[in-house]
């Protein structure tokens, strides 16, 4: 069975009344739900409670789901969004210092995520990623985390591609320049 079949049994199951479909959801998607989050936030503890919002929202709304996309695609839009709020409404600005040396250059057709070995620094990645306009960050974090391309990344923001490729094309040469910024600090 396909992923798609999968995600449409599961669904027509819970709409039909069987809570444990939804659980398998949950447990099939939350990993995914909270890293996306937890990029686009910044830390731990504001994507958990981005993750609890988006499971009370993919709960109300699974049953009116229409299948238009992939589930995947709908609860990824779903968690972009919630992430954006929960960004607008925490309105505190945070003060990041980077100042390891060893911090990696990158290439332009290089994935970040396979150039990042250490979890200090992807902790220095969380918060340049932090730096970022929120659109840009959020390009940034779906194609080299989440690995989509730019058509999947439109069907997720309902954004056009061009404009998709502009966002990640500043986002990238800004998260180039800080990092030079601070292998030169």
């Given at each position: 069975?396909?992923?798609?079949?999968?995600?449409?049994?599961?669904?027509?199951?819970?709409?039909?009344?069987?809570?444990?479909?939804?659980?398998r959801?949950?447990?099939?998607?939350?990993?995914k739900?909270?890293?996306?989050?937890?990029?686009?936030?910044?830390?731990?503890?504001?994507a958990?409670?981005?993750?609890?919002?988006?499971?009370?929202?993919?709960?109300?709304?699974?049953?009116?789901?229409?299948f238009?996309?992939?589930?995947?695609?709908?609860?990824?839009?779903?968690?972009?969004?919630?992430?954006?709020?929960?960004?607008?409404?925490?309105?505190?600005?945070?003060?990041?210092?980077?100042?390891?040396?060893?911090?990696?250059?990158?290439?332009?057709?290089?994935?970040?995520?396979?150039?990042?070995?250490?979890?200090?620094k992807?902790?220095?990645?969380?918060?340049?990623?932090?730096?970022?306009?929120?659109?840009?960050?959020?390009?940034?974090?779906?194609?080299?985390?989440?690995?989509?391309?730019?058509?999947?990344?439109?069907n997720?923001?309902?954004?056009?591609?061009?404009?998709l490729?502009?966002?990640?094309?500043?986002?990238?040469?800004?998260?180039?320049?800080?990092?030079?910024?601070?292998?030169?600090?």
């Amino acid at each position: 069975m396909s992923n798609a079949e999968e995600d449409l049994s599961l669904v027509k199951n819970f709409i039909d009344g069987d809570e444990t479909s939804f659980n398998r959801l949950v447990l099939k998607y939350q990993q995914k739900i909270y890293w996306h989050a937890r990029r686009m936030t910044g830390n731990h503890f504001d994507a958990e409670e981005v993750v609890q919002e988006v499971l009370m929202v993919i709960y109300k709304k699974l049953k009116g789901f229409e299948f238009r996309s992939s589930l995947y695609t709908w609860i990824y839009t779903i968690t972009s969004t919630r992430s954006i709020n929960f960004i607008n409404r925490r309105k505190v600005k945070e003060s990041f210092s980077i100042d390891d040396e060893s911090f990696i250059d990158l290439k332009s057709d290089e994935k970040i995520i396979h150039n990042i070995e250490t979890k200090e620094k992807l902790e220095k990645l969380d918060k340049i990623l932090q730096l970022l306009p929120l659109k840009q960050r959020e390009v940034f974090i779906l194609r080299n985390f989440d690995e989509m391309n730019y058509e999947e990344i439109s069907n997720i923001t309902g954004k056009s591609i061009g404009g998709l490729k502009a966002n990640y094309f500043h986002a990238f040469k800004k998260v180039v320049e800080l990092m030079k910024e601070d292998n030169n600090g």
